[in-house]
């Protein structure tokens, strides 16, 4: 046993999982239960050429813990409505839909997280990519049961505009999955821009009484 290696992890950052309903997603975990939108990533694929367009939106679950869903443009349900999305193991359910499903260990330090890869690599064990997204940097590699296990730790602080950005990320994809036609990365930016300036307008108004 290693226990003479120094303890670096400092929680979970957060645990994800695949939606294929994101306005019922919202509904429960912010609505219903109250589960406050702070963070939000929007993404043109990811990787191989074959990953989709996606979003990835985070709840703040209480003590610096957030529960996040990653929205997949363009994918085909495979799943019943009200059943597990990863229930079904066939070969139609692609690998980065099972990847989303994955617990990410918060760390402190960029010097913690390049000590976990190096413990990893030294080990043997393969560190499958690095990326920076937006506000952390993170490693992923992959645990015995074929598990996705992410480390990252914050780049910068995140502040109250993160928040507000989120929540206007979250409703533009609520409006473009419930519209006409297939909802894209798109169709979420140019709503979340005409969200913006109906939001600027109305303060402008606000202010001129």
Sequence with gaps: MASELDHLAQGVDHAAFPTFDPVGTVRFYHEILGFPIVHSVCAVGWGPSDHPD????????????????FYYFGL?????PGQDAYATHDPKVPRFFRDSRHLAIHVDSEEALDEYRRRLEDNGWTVEMQVKHETIESIYTYDPNGFMVEFTYPTREMTRVDDEDAALTVRALLDVVSGDGEPTLSKLWARKAELIVAGVAAELEEGGR
């Design 76 to 80: 085909e349900r495979f799943s019943e």
């Design 54 to 69: 996606f979003v990835h939106f985070f709840f703040d679950i209480g003590k610096g813990d957030r529960l996040a869903f």
